[in-house]
T-cell receptor, first 113, second 111 residues
Framework: DAGVTQSPTHLIKTRGQQVTLRCSPKSGHDTVSWYQQALGQGPQFIFQYYEEEERQRGNFPDRFSGHQFPNYSSELNVNALLLGDSALYLC????????????FGPGTRLTVT | SQQGEEDPQALSIQEGENATMNCSYKTSINNLQWYRQNSGRGLVHLILIRSNEREKHSGRLRVTLDTSKKSSSLLITASRAADTASYFCATESNTGNQFYFGTGTSLTVIP
């Protein structure tokens, strides 16, 4: 039973560039949520995707956008990168009709220089 | 701002002792979950307690929830060195689909 996978593991980008992070949910899961975790902080909710639509969004600017594909995998896109976007980006999958338990991937470490 | 706040920020205990960490939150919730994170990697789900439950057990873990005080506690009994990690509480808002994490408690268990 495949767990949540994310790619790439690490990424270094330059300020102003754009980045795309990818996530494959746990087998059987249909909902994907994205989180940003700055060093020493708890994860902050970016948005959640279900049925290829953004269902809920946290307090993040429009530079952060996402997509969910028919196979439930998802992408997180960040445009016009800022130094403050450097963080661990976590993807979590769950079942829309489940009890709310989320399964997290190992994360993508993004460094913006 | 984040929904939850954990207390203490850091905790260091001897192996075999019990570890207790607390979480406070701000708004009405569907459920509260505790997660563990090792060395800045992915989070591992430990236990979920629904808003209509007061206490739940799973192995060496005991979680309590007091919705009137908007607080929860996680007790790890008979701690082991392998329990060393950061622990986070997360709440699902009662509107659903939004999850808020606290600031975390860093637990160190000394062998």
């Amino acid at each position: 039973d495949a767990g949540v996978t994310q790619s790439p593991t690490h990424l270094i980008k330059t300020r102003g560039q754009q980045v795309t992070l990818r996530c494959s949910p746990k087998s059987g899961h249909d909902t994907v949520s994205w989180y940003q975790q700055a060093l020493g902080q708890g994860p902050q909710f970016i948005f959640q995707y279900y049925e290829e639509e953004e269902r809920q969004r946290g307090n993040f600017p429009d530079r952060f956008s996402g997509h969910q594909f028919p196979n439930y995998s998802s992408e997180l896109n960040v445009n016009a990168l800022l130094l403050g976007d450097s963080a661990l980006y976590l993807c979590a999958s769950s079942l829309a009709n489940g009890v709310g338990e989320q399964y997290f991937g190992p994360g993508t470490r993004l460094t913006v220089t | 701002s984040q929904q939850g706040e954990e207390d203490p920020q850091a905790l260091s205990i001897q192996e075999g002792e019990n570890a207790t960490m607390n979480c406070s939150y701000k708004t009405s919730i569907n459920n509260l979950q505790w997660y563990r994170q090792n060395s800045g990697r992915g989070l591992v789900h430990l236990i979920l307690i629904r808003s209509n439950e007061r206490e739940k057990h799973s192995g060496r873990l005991r979680v309590t929830l007091d919705t009137s005080k908007k607080s929860s506690s996680l007790l790890i009994t008979a701690s082991r060195a392998a329990d060393t990690a950061s622990y986070f509480c997360a709440t699902e808002s009662n509107t659903g689909n939004q999850f808020y994490f606290g600031t975390g408690t860093s637990l160190t268990v000394i062998p």
